[in-house]
């Protein structure tokens, strides 16, 4: 794993090198659906390996990586948490809700 952590950082520098800061701050890839990327023969969102080179996480299969932002292009590890999948349904309502994370604000 460790040998393989500056391939990781190198792939996920020039992940998010491809985005464009909008005015919410959030790194958003060019693409209509989050960006998928291959990774030592795994394909995984963008966001979710993002996230895990930059916090150096290991995530559960059962366990989803939540967009604070609310933008599923966003791969800015800063507004980036990892949750359950009940979490993250959770987050939907209460953006459906209210508009708004108010963690995030
Ligand atoms: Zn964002």
């Given amino acids: 794993m460790a040998e393989h952590y500056e391939e990781a ?14 005015e919410n701050g959030c790194l958003v890839t060019d693409t209509t659906s989050p960006r998928k990327t291959r990774f030592r023969g795994h394909q995984l969102p963008a966001y979710r390996f ?8 290991v995530i559960g299969g059962d366990e989803v990586i ?20 009940a979490d993250n349904k959770r987050d939907d309502w209460d953006y459906w ?4 994370d108010y963690d995030y604000l």
């Fill in 66 to 85: 939540r967009h604070r932002c609310h933008n599923r292009l966003c791969v800015n590890p800063a507004h980036l948490v990892v949750g359950s999948k």
């Fill in 9 to 22: 950082l190198a792939r996920a520098d020039s992940l998010i090198k491809n985005t464009s800061e909008d």
């Fill in 50 to 57: 993002v996230y895990c080179v930059f916090l150096r996480a």
């Fill in 97 to 100: 809700a209210n508009g708004v």
